[in-house]
């Protein structure tokens, strides 16, 4: 029997990479690998200490684990702007899981249509092919008429191209949202690297009006805390939206362990280790763009977030293989949307050393 599912979704679309990878990789100096994004910093003292203080943890965890929890996310957001009760915030499994699984939770299906940036992480469409959704992709979801949307998908700072919308976009597409129904899930995984211009949640009272029905703001530790091996991220906003999902996750399990629900608390309580690792992310991005200018690229939007959106005005393979040639590895803009062929992807989340190498040999070219 053919599992429609497993049809419906296509490869993975970063085994398409492998060749250039292969090259990139023989390389005299070693690899550059700018691609896929991974932490590769340490991940901070506080997070492991919490975590084997309390590996001892025979019983099972709770969904909404112990109260502190639920409360470091509040003051976590909070801190920038976003108040919310601590009833209205919940952990999840990493934020990739929430996305997509969300459009299944808030029991979506073929009536029902979910919005997506042009260029967008990948998840948002594969989110909405599980629920078996239809989709449009489009930059400005006010643009759209009379569609009426069940789930419209926000990014700012944006993966892939670093955009980042300001207060007054971001609540027109909101208000624009609310009129037709819509929940509005705003992934903010980028929200603390903002370069070029500030972020700004849509929980904050400017852009939601001081009223968070229909909202909800998506975070991760992984890039703010180097914690992608732990599974770290939370969801909040409307109290009734976060309930009924955390109906549904304790129903089926959805829970992340007890030592990394501690190792949450440690973290979401200071920002010291956000505020050093934007600073590590700002001295690669000084490095790495006047590189990849002078190379030959223009950088577009990439006000914030973790890369660089970059195109030589061709076609973005011939740009994946020209840099593999010198060792670097970056990712193809066709993996992001139908209208991004003509740009690649350049991660900042390598060392200090591997960015410094990569800039040299941009600057040889």
Request: include cysteine; charge should be negative; proline fraction near 7%.
């Amino acid at each position: 029997m053919t599992n429609q599912l497993v049809a419906a979704l296509a490869d993975y679309p970063w085994d398409a990479l492998t060749p250039a990878k292969q090259r990139a990789a023989e390389h005299p100096d070693g690899i550059v690998d700018l691609s896929i994004g991974t932490p590769i910093d340490d991940t901070p003292a506080a997070a492991v200490s919490a975590l084997t203080a309390a590996a001892n943890s025979p019983g099972y965890p709770t969904v909404v684990g112990p109260p502190a929890l639920r409360e470091s996310i509040a003051d976590f957001l909070g801190r920038r702007q976003a108040t919310v009760e601590p009833s209205a915030c919940l952990a999840t499994i990493g934020s990739k899981e929430f996305v997509a699984w969300l459009p299944t939770q808030l029991d979506l299906g073929p009536d029902d249509l979910v919005v997506i940036p042009a260029a967008a992480y990948p998840t948002y469409e594969v989110g909405a092919t599980i629920a078996g959704c239809r989709m449009i992709a489009t930059d400005d979801p006010t643009e759209l008429g009379d569609e009426r949307p069940s789930l419209v998908w926000l990014n700012s700072p944006s993966n892939p191209t670093g955009r980042i919308l300001s207060p007054d976009e971001l609540r027109a597409r909101v208000d624009w949202a609310r009129e037709r129904g819509a929940v509005v899930a705003s992934d903010e995984c980028y929200l603390d690297f903002a370069w070029d211009a500030p972020a700004t949640s849509v929980l904050t009272p400017e852009v939601s009006g001081g009223d968070h029905t229909g909202l909800l703001a998506v975070h991760s530790l992984s890039k703010i805390a180097n914690l992608a091996g732990y599974r770290a991220g939370f969801v909040a906003g409307d109290p009734q939206l976060v309930a009924d999902l955390t109906l549904i996750r304790r129903h089926t399990g959805m829970m992340i362990s007890r030592p990394v629900q501690q190792a949450m608390i440690a973290l979401l309580g200071t920002d010291d280790h956000v505020v050093a690792q934007r600073d590590r992310y700002r001295r690669r991005r000084d490095l790495l763009q006047p590189a990849l200018q002078k190379a030959g690229f223009t950088i577009d939007h990439s006000e914030g977030s973790l890369y660089l959106w970059s195109t030589q005005g061709t076609d973005c393979w011939q740009a994946v293989d020209r840099l593999a040639e010198l060792g670097i590895l970056v990712g193809p803009g066709e993996f992001y949307g139908a209208d991004c062929g003509d740009h690649v992807r350049v991660a900042l989340t390598a060392t200090d050393e591997r960015i410094e190498a990569a800039a040299e040999r941009l600057a040889a070219v």
